[in-house]
């Protein structure tokens, strides 16, 4: 939630069988929360601890929640090279609307970095191109004239949970990897769903 950070979590029942509850101390106001609320807290800085859990009861004198966790989960520290899908398949800034079609057809894709002279250029997605037919274009336009131009992108040594951030914030559906600036790989939101289902 916007305007509060958390400073400390306790966890009060971590050895109960059956229950698994936590004081979250925060700096902002605990009023904004409601009993019965479903709450995130992290990734934590040093482990990359992700806490979901339940509101059920808070404390005003000492600004802090109590939660009933309902899933822990700790974001790898590996470089996202170890989680992309390489080779990287591209389009060029002269491919077709065609072109790129066959291309998600073939390789069930949605979408594929246009690359030229082995510089990024952009990004192309099922989706734009399925706005560019809408406007009337045909299948033998280029899909350099519907790609996206700010192509959101990680170095390959990026770890894992830095890039998860970028995928929320963002609200991207793929993320080109790069090595020296050079495009190597890909990594989408259906990758990291399918490592992460509760992300």
Known sequence: MAGVMVTEVD????????LCHAVIKLVGSVKTFDIGEEITVGPTPV???LIRGEVIGKDEVQQSLVISITEMLSLPKQPVKNYMSSPLLTLGMQSTFRDALRLFTERHIHGAPIVEDGTLRG???LTDIAK???RGMDLDARVASVMTT???YAESTTRLYEVVKQFKERQIG????VERGVPVGIL??????GLFPSL
């Open 150 to 152: 700010d192509v959101v």
């Open 132 to 134: 560019g037919l809408t």
């Open 174 to 177: 793929r993320l080109i990897v």
């Open 11 to 18: 966890f009060v029942t971590l050895c109960h069988p059956d």
């Open 47 to 49: 482990n990359k601890l």
């Open 188 to 193: 989408t939101q259906s990758d990291i769903i």
């Open 123 to 125: 990004i192309v997605s």
